[in-house]
């Protein structure tokens, strides 16, 4: 079946850790995103990507940092100059055109 | 720039009665428009989506949005309330620069419905 996965589902790293999030897709869509959701914030966007080896700073891409190495992966890597990473990540991707997105299932991390 | 503002944080219906989430938006281009359907610690599961055909656009499980460009808005309504519509709903809009590239999808913060017996 086609969709995006993300892994972990949840991950808990220590204070000052870099930390990796997975997103794969397989719907051969161009575009990718990261987006961060905290309570009552909405979704807010951290990078996106519209090709392969190209990315563009959303609206709050300090302390992260992306690759599109692949068509079908996006990671992200929160670093420890996040300084406050606890939050549900959601990645999503979109077909070139009238398209919607599409989205992972999340993960939620957790740093203590 | 484009942006989305969603009114009311919080909406609470009996079951039954009209559903009514409200959303305006802000575009220096005609936008595409969607809404969004998000259950605890999930993602996010489309509805429905206005991409310049028909200005009423009907989604899934009865819900329906009205594109008004005179008011910039794009509601979204459903006659009668369900217990199983009791999640946060999002509004999002992209607006397509003149070449078609642009990729960018911008959110609101949410209405969280809330379905009461």
């Known amino acids: 079946d086609g969709g995006i996965t993300q892994s972990p589902k949840y991950l808990f790293r220590k204070e000052g850790q870099n930390v990796t999030l997975s997103c794969e897709q397989n719907?051969?869509?161009?575009?990718m995103y990261w987006y961060r959701q905290d309570p009552g914030q909405g979704l807010r966007l951290i990078y996106y990507?519209?090709?392969?080896?190209?990315?563009q700073k959303g609206d709050i891409a300090e302390g992260y940092s992306v690759s599109r190495e692949k068509k079908e992966s996006f990671p992200l890597t929160v670093t420890s100059a996040q300084k406050n990473p606890t939050a549900f990540y959601l990645c999503?991707?979109?077909?070139?055109?009238?398209?919607?997105?599409?989205f992972g299932q999340g993960t939620r991390l957790t740093v203590v | 720039a484009q942006s989305v503002t969603q009114l009311g944080s919080h909406v609470s219906v009996s079951e039954g009665a009209l559903v009514l989430l409200r959303c305006n938006y802000s575009?220096?281009?005609?936008?595409?428009l969607f809404w969004y359907v998000q259950y605890p610690n999930q993602g996010l599961q489309l509805l429905l989506k206005?991409?310049?055909?028909?200005?009423l656009v009907k989604g899934i499980n009865g819900f329906e949005a009205e594109f008004k460009k005179s008011e910039t808005s794009f509601h979204l309504t459903k006659p009668s309330a369900h217990m199983s519509d009791a999640a946060e709903y999002f509004c999002?809009?992209?607006?397509?620069?003149?070449?078609?590239?642009?990729?960018?999808?911008?959110f609101g913060k949410g209405t969280l419905l809330t379905v009461n017996p």
């Open positions: 575009s220096s281009v005609p936008p595409y």
């Open positions: 990507s519209q090709i392969v080896n190209d990315f």
């Open positions: 719907l051969n869509h161009d575009a």
């Open positions: 999503a991707s979109l077909r070139q055109g009238v398209g919607e997105a599409f």
């Open positions: 206005y991409t310049s055909a028909a200005t």
């Open positions: 999002a809009v992209r607006a397509l620069n003149s070449g078609g590239s642009n990729y960018k999808l911008t």
